[in-house]
Nanobody
Framework: VQLQASGGGLVQAGGSLRLSCAASGRTFSSCGTAWFRQAPGKEREFVTSIDWSGSRKIYADSVKGRFTVSRDSAKNTVYLQMNNLEPEDTAVYYC??????????????WGQGTLVTVSA
């Protein structure tokens, strides 16, 4: 499975971005998929995950109410809609496949990351 994350960029605080994670090489719809992020000098942090059906979603407390994860199985793509962004959200965002948990060691497949920068 190859995962391709995209959609990062520079945005002002309070703005929005939508990240995409496109999968190839295997039917993605049977996997749990997650987003993690890693800020400079910090450990990789769980953001959210979604199950294969899209009915179960888990969010980190730091993003609840601001971020929404969704999936389009027909397009083999998972999305992360990020609203009301804060400078603390600045990080490289990674999508990962084949689990729902918050521990990165549970994930076998990783995308290359997309940089999100939020200016104050």
């Amino acid at each position: 499975v190859q995962l391709q994350a995209s959609g990062g960029g520079l945005v002002q605080a309070g703005g929005s971005l939508r990240l995409s994670c496109a999968a190839s090489g295997r039917t993605f719809s049977s996997c749990g998929t997650a987003w993690f992020r890693q800020a400079p000098g910090k450990e990789r942090e769980f953001v959210t995950s979604i199950d294969w059906s899209g009915s179960r979603k888990i969010y980190a407390d730091s993003v609840k109410g601001r971020f929404t994860v969704s999936r389009d199985s027909a397009k083999n793509t998972v999305y992360l809609q990020m609203n009301n962004l804060e400078p603390e959200d600045t990080a490289v965002y990674y999508c990962a496949g084949d689990s729902l948990g918050s521990d990165p060691v549970l994930y076998v497949y990783w995308g290359q990351g997309t940089l999100v920068t939020v200016s104050a």
